[in-house]
């Protein structure tokens, strides 16, 4: 059964400093990893899908590493800023659903 | 603008009573889901559906009941039956469904109480 860990769970970190966000997933056979950005009351966004086949996708400030044969992606924020401030998932495919982590609430201070 | 709307986007239930979250969207997606967050834990997939006319449960499903007349709408209905209704419900959507490997669009979530 597929199980898909976010640690961790909270981070608060000043303007400026790069961070890291890690997820951790049970079955090394996923076809593909999502990360999403949740504001407080809205919905997901699309922030990254890595396919299996690649170890690395780049949007902006962002970039997001794939390394199924360990378990792990990580999402890499570079200077990050107040704006970033928001709940991270990731989620991997698994038989026509979803597997969500729990996420990883960020909270970046001026 | 193509996207998902969610409507509304907070609801109150009575005891006993039945309700109706309103997904539609216009990117003329085939797959729709619908979703059901708690503090605290990750999303769980109460239903979803390929496509027109066809929907299949997913890991929650009871106490939920839904259909798919049209492309656009896919609309979740909260029974009486479902004891612990509070949450925040997404809608999403994607091209098609394909083992859930096609990206997921998400529309902004209906949040549902008890009174």
């Known amino acids: 059964k597929q199980e898909v860990t976010q640690i961790p769970a909270a981070l608060s970190v000043p303007e400026g400093e790069n961070l890291v966000l890690n997820c951790s997933f049970t079955d090394s056979a996923i076809y593909n990893l999502q990360w999403f950005r949740q504001d407080p009351g809205k919905g997901l966004t699309s922030l990254l899908l890595?396919?299996?086949?690649?170890r690395e996708q780049t949007s902006g400030r962002l970039n997001a590493s794939l390394d199924k044969s360990s378990g792990r992606s990580t999402l890499y924020i570079a200077a990050s800023q107040p704006g970033d401030s928001a709940t991270y998932l990731c989620?991997?495919?698994?038989?026509?659903?979803?597997?969500f982590g729990t996420g990883t609430r960020l909270q970046v201070f001026p | 603008d193509g996207g998902i709307t969610q409507s509304p986007k907070y609801l109150f239930r009575k005891e006993g009573q039945n309700v109706t979250l309103s997904c539609e969207q216009n990117?003329?997606?085939?797959?729709m889901y619908w979703y059901r967050q708690d503090p605290g834990q990750g999303l769980r997939l109460i239903y979803y559906?390929?496509?027109?006319?066809?929907?299949q449960k997913g890991d929650i499903a009871e106490g939920y009941s839904v259909s798919r007349e049209k492309k656009e709408s896919f609309p979740l209905t909260v029974t009486s039956a479902q004891k612990n209704p509070t949450a925040f419900y997404l809608c999403?959507?994607?091209?098609?469904?394909?083992?859930?490997?096609?990206?997921?669009?998400f529309g902004d979530g209906t949040r549902l109480s008890i009174l």
């Open positions: 990117l003329n997606h085939d797959a």
């Open positions: 890595i396919q299996s086949s690649q």
């Open positions: 559906s390929q496509i027109v006319n066809d929907f």
């Open positions: 989620a991997v495919p698994n038989t026509d659903k979803l597997i």
């Open positions: 999403a959507s994607s091209m098609q469904n394909q083992g859930a490997r096609q990206p997921q669009h």
